[in-house]
């Protein structure tokens, strides 16, 4: 984290909607040491609520509950808990309930959950990409102080990172992704080991589709208050893999001009963004380019740049499409709740959404 000057006094207190499950377990972890933000309120389903977090919590990281969160008390998902700001971690049916009254009664949400995410008048951001669509806040039917925000699909942030600078320099005219994702994107408990170990499952329910249209919208154009979605054409094949952590994603495109992989190459190594500068969740360098030729590794690459940046490797031609590479990204961090500390600290740093602000 690059920020480090800020007294927690002066923190902004902060919920997380689902703190339970495996991406809540993250947010917890990293909101612990965050300069801007205190966790005050956890919430979690009918299971866990009134039980203190520590006993609630199916506790799954190697980090140890830190101490002061492990004392809160589980609360229900619904609008008027005491923070303005609620990170959701919340299934996808769960957060159709909860998360636009929540919005709708000025709390500002940012999601994790796919639901919102394609709606019209809601930003599907990566922090890095797409800043200008968060204008789409201000169209918002939602009292001052309220908003919703979304974070893409884990698979999505990783690949939409990728294609950003190489669509912006040549222009992408379709691209080919298969994914080996990790066990935990099936949250908690998730796989059962027999289903899991020594095993590949090809199939994740719903994936597919959010790989083939998210990174539409979040490479689209904002006019007129709506997004004008990129038109290339993805076509993705999401399979599981006994990983515990980081999405690998094997990928290959057509990009225009027929570029070499020395100009690929470049493209993503000088990949930078203004947008998030001075953000204390952005990493230095969000693309980094390998070159060993048995990389990038899940167990080796998945938390570099504190889980936040993306590591991608073997740039080289496709006799299909003309250029394939091999990326990795931190599926809970990036992918999830890092991802949407990320959106938050925008957003807040902006002063775009009335009682909260800070700056970098
Ligand atoms: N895992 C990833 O890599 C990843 C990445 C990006 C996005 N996402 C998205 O993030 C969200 C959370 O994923 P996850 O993997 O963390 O799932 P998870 O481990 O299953 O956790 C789900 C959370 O929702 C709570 N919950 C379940 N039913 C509820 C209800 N009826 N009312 C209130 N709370 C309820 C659970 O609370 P209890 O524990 O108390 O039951 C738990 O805290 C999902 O929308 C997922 O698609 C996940």
Known sequence: MNDSATSPARRIPVGVLGATGSVGQRFVTLLAEHPWFELVCVTGSERSIGRRYGE????????????????????????????????????????????RPCAEAGHLVVSNAATHRMDPDVPLLVPEVNADHLALLEGQAVPAGGGLATNPNCSTIGLTLALAPLHRAFGIEAASVVTLQALSGAGIPGVPSLVALDNVVPFIGGEEDKVETEPQRILGTLASGRVVAAGFPISAQCNRVAVTDGHTECVSLRLQGDPDPAEVRRALMDFRSADTAGLPSA??????????????????????????????????????????????????????????????????????????????
């Open 56 to 99: 609630a919590a199916r506790w799954a990281l190697p980090q140890p509950i830190p101490p002061a969160i492990a004392d809160l008390t589980v609360e229900a998902s619904e609008p008027g808990l005491a923070p303005q700001l609620l990170f959701s971690a919340l299934n996808r049916d769960v957060a159709q309930t909860v998360e």
């Open 283 to 360: 990493p230095e360098v969000p693309i980094l380019v390998t070159e060993e030729p048995d990389r990038p590794q899940p167990r080796l690459d998945r938390d570099r740049g504190a889980g936040m940046a993306i590591t991608v490797g073997r740039i080289r031609r496709c006799p299909i499409l003309g250029i394939k590479f091999v990326l990795l990204s931190h599926n809970t961090l990036r992918g999830a709740a890092g991802g949407a500390l990320l959106v938050a600290e925008q957003i807040v740093s902006r002063g775009l959404v009335p009682g909260l602000r800070r700056s970098p």
